[in-house]
């Protein structure tokens, strides 16, 4: 489902699509953070190694690096996007009371890109997370949004932390577009998450921990 976005935001992503230096095919990824403590992975029971199209209306985005898409109304798939990590937005049930500077600007990011869609296709991993989400890479009129948004230095390439997932060519793309993009100018999202688990945590033994 779509969602309205800026002008400004809209623009940039027009300039995204149509920059030839976006044409190429990405490389190679990785995937997202994991929790402490949880390694075991269940397999991908949906297509996946191959692209499938995704109506750009049935499309939700929660932030910078995750979506969910309806595809019934009992049937919403949550796709944690490969590759890349995104700063945080203001997630109070997930230990996040304060959005991370450049997460707003992240999402706005991602509704852009998806707003203007007209052909959007889901590259998914043979395995999901240990939230049980799907990985995977969106391609939006053929181009990688992983790159895209690496490039436009609104997220933090996640290949190097994590490897490739399954996906080399994929991953190798986005390691390409994030040494091109240089220093990013945010702390890293996986540093920010754990400072702000210790920020929830101490607000919370204070009862000061916002409920909304």
């Known amino acids: 489902m779509r969602c309205p976005v800026t002008a400004r935001a809209i623009a940039l992503l027009f300039l995204l699509i149509a920059a030839p230096s976006l044409a190429q095919e990405p490389s190679s990824p990785s995937e ?10 269940k397999a991908q029971s949906r297509p996946h190694g191959s692209r499938v199209a995704v109506d750009p209306d049935k499309i939700e985005v929660d932030d910078g ?26 997630h109070v049930e997930h230990d996040l009371p304060y959005a991370q500077p450049f997460g707003p600007e992240a999402r706005a990011f991602a509704l852009g ?7 959007v296709e889901l ?15 969106f391609f939006i009129n053929g181009k990688s949004y992983a790159v895209m948004v690496v490039s436009a230095r609104l997220a933090e390439e996640s290949v190097s932390r994590y490897g490739d997932n399954g996906l080399p060519r994929e991953a190798a793309a986005v390691v390409v577009a994030a ?22 945590r101490w607000m919370k033994s204070k009862g000061i921990y916002p409920e909304q």
Do not use: C, N, Q
Request: glycine share 8%; hydrophobic share 35%; charged share 30%.
């Open 32 to 41: 997202p953070e994991r929790p402490a403590g949880r390694t075991e992975r």
């Open 65 to 90: 690096d995750t979506a969910i898409i309806h595809w019934g109304a009992s049937d919403l798939e949550t796709v944690r996007f490969l590759g890349i990590d995104t700063p945080e937005i203001r």
């Open 113 to 119: 890109v998806f707003a203007a869609a007209t052909k």
């Open 123 to 137: 590259l998914r991993s043979a395995t999901l997370d240990p939230y049980g989400r799907t990985l995977g890479y």
């Open 179 to 200: 040494k091109a993009a240089g220093p990013l100018p945010f702390e890293s999202p996986g540093d920010y998450r754990r400072r702000m688990r210790e920020v929830s």
